[in-house]
């Protein structure tokens, strides 16, 4: 049996046979795949197990164990690729504002990727949960900018950027990031407060999202919700710790952790919600 390398799995998991030259055209197409294939979630966050962020690690829980991940794992797998193909990348990180005002001070918990093609430069993000961009972004552009979904747009101010979406008619502020350079005990700090600090949004928490054309699904605990560009979204909340895991499993296309203590702790997230 052919033994497939680590890049051509993940190459063939996006749909490629081989791979594609490093244009503006392949980042697009790349970047839309990815957020359609290799879901957003926190169950390990949920189980309260350590997140290892080291490529190997992300590699085998990702393309290997068939899970999905957040930021610091997403983002950073896509990079090793975007890499390898050949493209002008390299990591960057910023602060969650969404939900808050877009002026707060949040802990530097987001990892994204900055990406230069032709002289231009881009953000390239395939791990915000679900309001993910499906779509690179010129980063030197204050323009509202189409994507494959919403509209979203950046400003700048002070040395730092904004990252913008259009939602329901309003502009959200999503998060905040600036260029400096960052090392890997850079993300190790950041991971390390998101899988263990007691103020962390995702600790003990659900947090789930895989887009399709036109489409976001996203799940929140037992709130499971999907968001479509030409119609009204179509929520529901879940029943019970089965219909949790079908959902996982089903819509999401996540391979479920062998955890003693799965079904329980799916469970007690539906009795806390009803």
């Known amino acids: 049996m052919h033994h497939l390398t680590h890049s051509q799995l993940y190459l063939q998991r996006l749909g490629y046979d081989s791979p594609p030259p490093p244009t503006l055209q392949t980042l697009q197409d790349l970047q839309l795949r990815h957020v359609c294939t290799f879901a957003f979630e926190s169950l390990s966050t949920l189980l309260r197990v350590p997140v290892p962020i080291d490529l190997p690690s992300v590699e085998q829980k990702v393309l290997f164990e068939g899970r999905g991940g957040y930021c610091y794992e ?25 939900g808050g005002p877009p002026d707060a001070h949040t802990a530097r918990t987001h990892r994204l990727n900055l990406v230069t093609v032709d002289g231009v430069r881009y ?118 710790a089965d219909e949790l895991m079908h959902v996982l499993r089903d819509t999401f296309g996540i391979r479920l952790p062998a955890h003693p203590q799965l079904q ?11």
């Open 264 to 274: 329980e702790i799916l469970d007690g997230l539906i009795a806390a919600e009803s």
């Open 123 to 240: 953000i390239a993000d395939v791990g915000f949960g679900g309001m993910v961009p499906s779509s690179p972004l010129q980063l030197d552009s204050e323009a509202e900018q189409a994507t494959a979904h919403e509209f979203y747009r950046l400003t700048f101010s002070d040395g730092s950027y904004t990252l913008w979406a259009q939602v329901g008619g309003h502009w959200l502020g999503l998060y905040v990031f600036d260029l400096q350079r960052q090392e890997r005990i850079d993300y190790e700090i950041g991971n390390w407060y998101v899988c263990t600090h007691a103020d962390s949004p995702f600790l003990g928490q659900l947090k789930v999202a895989l887009l399709a054309p036109g489409k976001r699904h996203t799940l929140n605990n037992g709130h499971y919700a999907l968001h479509s560009l030409d119609k009204p979204s179509e929520k529901r909340a879940l029943q019970s």
């Open 74 to 98: 997403l983002n950073q797998l896509f990079l090793a690729l975007l890499q390898e193909l050949g493209f002008d990348a390299r990591g960057i990180t910023g602060r969650v504002v969404l």
